[in-house]
């Protein structure tokens, strides 16, 4: 304490509050002088006003004798961080990351010849480690059309345009393993293959949408792959075996990729956001978008962040009158919930009926009817005007249980999403097991057909969609924004939730369909494509942004899941398959590539016992119970160390956040005694400071110099 | 320093890759976008000295709907007057900070300090308030009511107030930051 007290140091002090801050016992301890020198204090004071440089940076504090006492102060970790860091990723303005540029180079020629020789050249190798970073980067492609989108919709649409993208690659890759292990050894072994190819006098252009005709006999569906051929003769090298791998490997992968991205998120948004819960935070420390250049988008978001955060303190009053509910509301209320979801189970059996009455029926028909591209169609156009009309419902039904609108929006999305998913099992369960009018046609290739239907109605939809009903309308809207049906048009927004749905529909039938028509993949690849250009067309010309404020990670992890969702659907449809095909029920003829009494399972078997004896005891081992004892017995070791690991990392937490708490409070009372002591001292002095001040009414800064 | 031509000299250029998040072309566009404010034709601006103003620097159309403009310019201003003012090495920090490459300690510890209205190194309640009267829209009818203010403000405090001082300090809200996957994609401003 003596020891400052003989210092000459500046300080800062506003001359209008001097008398205010120092005299009223109500000021807050960080407004105290005391206070900006705290070692805390200094180590996070931003950086770029610290007067270790002599220009202009020196924005507020200080002198270059209290610059030594400041660096002295600095808290040792906060030093050895500085002095190891890339200078670019210091907060200094860039005069004092020069300077800061010069120290180390001092630095650098005291250490050896070898060292600094290594630190140069490791600087190099990241600065072309960052160039080829960038190089590969630009080749994204829509790296442009997404910073537009960014520009004018902010984070949440860009993040629907990122997932689509993904799933574009995610079709790319597929088509990789499609051309390698099944296209590849096909076309190159199997013989006549230009004779199958040719096109005949009764294939007509309208076989590409009903997949019938050229298309059935095309390498586009599984019956084409039906003769087994062996590659160099080696057992296990068939193309019955590669085609099963490709697929699994297909869905293998797409397993991992989108697990991997629905944890990373999963992490980031539940794991840490619930046990922390820092909802409103988020809302205002991270909710203006920068990004925004447009002046309209900025009105937007102003309002979606003020409509946002009226909604959760509504909800938070929400949940205070949920807790005030009496015994008679709260019965009257689950009876009405009960009631309502009994509609809604209702309403989707109605629908799963209507599904696979459409489909049995279109695959029963009596030749008396004439076989156009209506009936074709009539059970994909089905599932979809069912999946129009119902969520809609869903939306009014759930208004009235009561929830609150986050609640409301989730049940509905769930309720949608399941929709979604059970009418695709259904249409391909019903495409499985209804019985054919004709005994000789092949079975695989009539579920491919009824998949690869399904995915080019999809497109047509969409693309209808856009041309006849959000153009026109924009249009109408445009023209005439007075006229009654100009009004009634209104503004059109994108609804993130129903599109993504859509996609994850897309991406779904794709998946489901590879085992029966194993070019979907690149089929759906040139259609991802297209629909992408469709909906940045559909975004940037006709819509305004939505009213509802969409989160980027929470919806990605959303996203995710329910793209997880449907994977599972479609692994559980082949397994589904595969196990029909085992049994044989309802004798139909099977032609894929297992035909002839082949099935999955003994051609595997097969190809088992042609290993070496060594290769196949390791396989039998690996198999067996004697492996998946020791297996279940390690992971349940490794699982429960993680959880004691994080019990005590838990109790770690609580410990330090009391201590942190303990400590800021002994802060806060040493910084107001100290304050009080200072006061005290100071007050004879009053007058004389007021002179000063005189002397310089124009400065801000006053100083004092006090000799004891 | 290439200051007395009217293109940056390469030595230049790569010094503030060194010491930037920028690449090459972001630097070159930077100067591009800055000579075209800058007034004083006649005399080629010195990188570190010569200012363009802040009305000028806000009307820029990257920074123009943005509800923070001026304290950007105040916390990124070198300026010994306060004005706001910035060089075109202010300029660089600037778009440094916000660049798609910078990391999320850079730009969590420029937010904070762009929230931090009075500039006394936490966010006390007066800071919050006018940080959510910035982003609810500053006229009458926008803003929120003083009882919705006040619960707002107690809840946020509530959560990341971790040391219970009533003030929000910079290692407090990094900490909310670094829990948000969403900040650094949508901390960002690209000429």
Not at chain 1, 185 to 209: A, C, Q, Y
Not at chain 1, 335 to 356: E, Y
Request: net charge positive.
């Amino acid at each position: 304490m003596e020891e400052h007290n003989s210092e000459n140091f500046l300080r800062l002090i506003s001359v209008e509050s001097t008398g205010s801050t120092l005299s009223s016992d109500s000021c807050e301890y960080y407004q105290t002088e005391i206070f900006d020198q705290l070692p805390s204090v200094q180590a996070s004071r931003p950086v770029q006003n610290r007067p270790t440089l002599v220009e202009p940076c020196e924005a507020y504090q200080g002198g270059p004798e209290s610059e030594e006492l400041r660096t002295g102060h600095l808290p040792r970790g906060q030093r050895d961080k500085v002095s190891v860091q890339p200078l670019k990723q210091l907060a200094l303005c860039i005069q004092a990351k020069r300077e800061a540029s010069e120290r180390r180079k001092m630095q650098l020629s005291n250490i050896g010849f070898w060292e600094s020789w290594w630190k140069n050249q490791s600087i190099k190798r990241k600065r072309a480690w960052a160039q080829m970073g960038e190089a590969l980067s630009g080749l994204l492609p829509w790296q442009h059309t997404l910073h537009v989108i960014e520009g004018k919709f902010g984070v949440g649409l860009k993040a629907y345009f990122v997932f689509f993208r993904y799933l574009v690659y995610l079709n790319l890759l597929h088509c990789i393993f499609i051309c390698g292990l099944i296209l590849g050894p096909t076309v190159f072994l199997k013989p006549n293959i230009s004779e199958l190819m040719k096109f005949r006098g009764n294939d007509s252009i309208l076989d590409f949408f009903r997949g019938s005709g050229y298309l059935n006999r095309s390498l586009v569906f599984a019956g084409f792959y039906k003769q087994n051929i062996r590659l160099l003769n080696i057992r296990c090298l068939e193309t019955t075996l590669l085609y099963i791998a490709a697929i699994l490997s297909i869905l293998i992968l797409s397993l991992i990729m989108v697990v991997r991205r629905t944890t990373v998120g999963y992490k980031h948004t539940w794991v840490l956001g619930k046990r922390y819960n820092m909802n409103m935070s988020y809302k205002i420390f991270c909710g203006w978008d920068f990004t925004i250049k447009d002046p309209d988008a900025a009105i937007l978001k102003s309002s979606f962040i003020r409509n946002d955060l009226k909604l959760l303190l509504e909800e938070q009053r929400f949940s205070l009158r949920e807790a005030q509910r009496t015994l008679g509301q709260k019965v009257r209320l689950y009876l009405l919930r009960f009631i309502l979801n009994m509609l809604v189970i209702s309403l989707l059996s109605g629908a799963f009926f209507l599904i696979f009455f459409v489909t049995d029926w279109t695959l029963i028909k009596d030749n008396s009817l004439p076989e156009n591209l209506f009936t074709e169609y009539l059970s994909p156009f089905t599932i979809a005007s069912v999946n129009l009309v119902l969520p809609e419902i869903f939306r009014k039904i759930s208004a009235f249980e009561d929830y609150s609108f986050t609640t409301q929006v989730n049940i509905t999305l769930v309720r949608s999403i399941f929709l979604k998913l059970a009418s695709l099992g259904f249409f391909f369960y019903s495409l499985l097991i209804s019985p054919k009018k004709d005994k000789r046609l092949c079975t695989e290739n009539e579920i491919g057909r009824g998949i690869y239907k399904m995915c080019i109605f999809n497109f047509l939809m969409t693309f209808c969609s856009a041309l006849f009903f959000n153009y026109p309308r924009k249009l109408l809207q445009e023209r005439y924004p007075t006229s009654f049906l100009g009004r009634l048009a209104g503004k059109q927004r994108f609804q993130i939730p129903f599109n993504v749905l859509e996609l994850v529909n897309c991406q779904t039938v794709l998946w489901m369909g590879v085992y029966n028509c194993p070019l979907l993949p690149l089929i759906g690849t040139v259609i991802l494509v297209a629909t992408f250009y469709i909906k940045k067309f559909i975004v940037l010309r006709c819509c305004v942004a939505e009213q509802r404020l969409f989160r980027g990670s929470n919806s990605s992890v959303l996203f995710h899941f329910m793209l997880l969702l449907g994977l599972l659907l479609a692994a559980s449809t082949l397994a589904f398959q595969l196990y029909e095909t085992e049994l044989g029920t309802n004798n139909m003829s099977y032609c894929g590539p297992f035909d002839n009494g082949q099935i999955v399972f003994n051609a595997t078997a097969e190809c088992m016992n042609s290993l070496p004896s060594a290769a196949q005891k390791s396989i039998h081992y690996l198999t067996s119970e004697a492996f998946a004892l020791p297996l279940i017995l390690a992971e349940i070791i490794i699982l429960t160390s993680y959880v004691s690991r994080r019990q005590a990392n838990q109790r770690a937490i609580e410990r330090l956040k009391d201590m942190l708490v303990m400590s800021s409070s002994d802060k806060r009372f040493l910084v107001k005694q100290h304050a009080t002591i200072l006061r005290r001292r100071r007050n004879p002095r009053r007058v004389c400071a007021a002179a000063t001040t005189d002397d310089h009414p124009l400065s801000h800064e006053v100083t004092f110099s006090r000799i004891n | 320093m290439g200051s007395s031509t009217s293109h940056l000299s390469k030595e230049n250029v790569s010094e503030y890759q060194e010491l930037t998040f920028l690449t090459k072309q972001e630097i070159l566009l930077a100067y591009k976008r800055f000579m075209e404010l800058y007034e004083d034709k006649k005399n080629p601006p010195d990188p570190r000295v010569s200012r363009v103003s802040l009305d000028k620097i806000v009307k820029l159309p990257e920074l123009q709907s943005n509800p923070f403009r001026e304290r950007i310019c105040h916390v990124f201003s070198t300026s010994e007057l306060k004005d706001g003012s910035l060089s075109f090495e202010d300029f660089l920090d600037l778009l440094s900070a916000f660049s798609d490459s910078a990391t999320l300690e850079i730009k969590s510890h420029y937010a904070f300090r762009i929230f931090d209205f009075d500039d006394d190194g936490t966010l006390d309640r007066n800071d919050l308030e006018k940080l959510v009267n910035r982003l609810t829209g500053e006229t009458d009818d926008t803003r929120l009511t003083k009882d919705e203010m006040g619960q707002l403000i107690s809840n946020i405090l509530e959560e990341s107030d971790i040391d219970k001082d009533g003030t929000v300090n910079l290692s407090e809200f990094q900490h909310v930051i670094s829990r948000s996957p969403d900040f650094v994609s949508s901390f960002k401003i690209v000429l």
